[in-house]
C-alpha cells in the first residue's frame, strides 16, 4: 500500500480546546476542517476534507477553496469589461466553462490572534500581482476568520482593487460540509430565495422560478443539487443542515443585502457524502450577465460577511 504523503497546514484552536480550524497553508488557504464541541463536550469536524497530499491533487470539486473573483461558471471563460476582451483557462472542459477563478493557486499569508479564551483569529493574505491574463487587475484579498467556542465560525471576505481603473469582482466561500451521514439521511431548510434557471451547460437561460422546495426543512432524499438560488433582499438569510438521528446540524449565514453574498450555490457531489453550501455575490457567468457583479473603484474595497453555525437544537 502506497504512503500517503502529509500535506502542510495552518491550524487555529481557541485556548480552551472546544473549536479547531484547519486551513491549508501550501494550497490557498483551502479550508480543511473545522471542528465544533457538542453540548456534551464531544467534537464534530463538519468539513469534509482531505487526508493526504495525493488527495489534494486529485481533487476537481475545488472542496474548501475560497472564491475570487469568479464565482461558479463562466462561459467559454471569456467576458468584456471596459471595452476590452479577456480570457480565463477552461477548467470545466466537459461544459467549455472556465470555474471558480484561481485564488486557490495564490501564495498566501496567515497569521493568527489570540482574542479570548473562547475566541480566535486567523488572517488569510493573498497579494494578487495581475499576472492573470484572463485578469490582469492587481488586489488584495483578505480573508479574516473568527473562531469561537460556543460553535462559530465567521468569515469576512475584502477585495481592494490595486488596479488604476474599476474592475469587476465576485467573491464567495465553497465549503462542503458533513454531519457523518448520507446526504441522503439529512434534512435541509433554504433561506427565502428564487432558483436561477439553467441550460444544459448549467449557464442561466436569464429566467428565475419561483420555489418552496426546501423552504420548510424537509428531507433531502435523492434530491440532486448543482442548483443556484437569487436571495431575497435582507440583512441576513441562514440555510439549515439538520440531522434527525443526531439531533444537531448547522447554520450557514450570509450578509445578503444587495451588494453582499446575494447568491447561493447548493451542490451536493455524485459520491453523495457531502454537500456544499456557498454564500457567492453574484449569479451564475455574472461577469457577462452583469447579475450582482461588483464593479470595484480604484483603491476602493468590496467585503462581505457569512459564516457557520453548530447546532445542538432547533
Not at 467534537?43 to 488527495?55: C, K, R
Not at 477563478?101 to 497569521?111: R, Y
Not at 431548510?189 to 432558483?195: E, I, M
Request: negative net charge; hydrophobic residues 40%.
Amino acid at each position: 500500500m502506497t504512503a500517503k504523503t502529509p500535506y502542510p497546514f495552518f491550524e487555529l484552536v481557541t485556548e480552551d480546546k472546544k473549536a479547531r480550524l484547519e486551513l491549508l497553508s501550501q494550497h490557498g488557504g483551502i479550508i480543511n476542517a473545522l471542528v465544533f464541541s457538542d453540548a456534551k463536550g464531544a467534537q464534530h469536524n463538519v468539513i469534509a476534507g482531505f487526508d493526504s497530499l495525493e488527495a489534494i491533487e486529485q481533487d476537481t470539486y475545488y472542496r474548501g477553496i475560497p472564491l475570487y473573483p469568479l464565482v461558479n461558471r463562466l462561459d467559454q471563460g471569456r467576458y468584456s469589461f471596459a471595452g476590452r476582451e479577456y480570457q480565463f483557462p477552461v477548467n470545466e472542459a466537459a461544459r467549455n466553462n472556465a470555474l471558480h477563478g484561481f485564488i486557490q493557486h495564490l501564495p498566501v499569508q496567515i497569521s493568527a490572534t489570540q482574542l479570548t479564551p473562547q475566541r480566535a483569529q486567523a488572517c488569510a493574505i493573498y497579494e494578487y500581482t495581475g499576472d492573470q491574463p484572463g485578469y490582469p487587475f492587481p488586489a488584495r484579498i483578505t480573508i479574516t476568520y473568527t473562531l469561537d467556542s460556543a460553535g462559530t465560525l465567521e468569515l469576512e471576505i475584502a477585495v481592494l482593487n490595486r488596479h488604476d481603473q474599476t474592475v469587476p469582482v465576485g467573491i464567495g466561500w465553497h465549503p462542503y460540509l458533513t454531519l457523518g451521514e448520507p446526504m441522503d439521511d439529512l434534512q435541509l431548510r433554504l433561506p427565502s430565495c428564487q432558483q436561477v434557471l439553467v441550460d444544459e451547460r448549467l449557464l442561466p437561460t436569464g429566467k428565475l422560478a419561483e420555489t418552496n422546495a426546501f423552504s420548510q426543512l424537509a428531507p433531502i432524499n435523492t434530491t440532486a443539487f448543482d442548483t443556484c438560488f437569487a436571495l431575497q433582499p435582507a440583512p441576513q438569510q441562514e440555510t439549515v443542515l439538520w440531522s434527525e438521528s443526531k439531533q444537531c446540524g448547522l447554520n450557514i449565514w450570509q450578509h445578503s443585502a444587495p451588494g453582499q453574498f446575494s447568491y447561493l450555490q447548493v451542490c451536493i457531489p455524485p459520491d453523495r457524502t457531502c454537500i456544499a453550501i456557498e454564500p457567492v455575490s453574484c449569479g451564475i457567468n455574472a461577469f457577462n450577465t452583469h447579475e450582482g457583479l461588483t464593479v470595484l473603484e480604484p483603491g476602493a474595497t468590496f467585503a462581505a460577511r457569512c459564516g457557520v453555525k453548530w447546532l445542538n437544537s432547533l
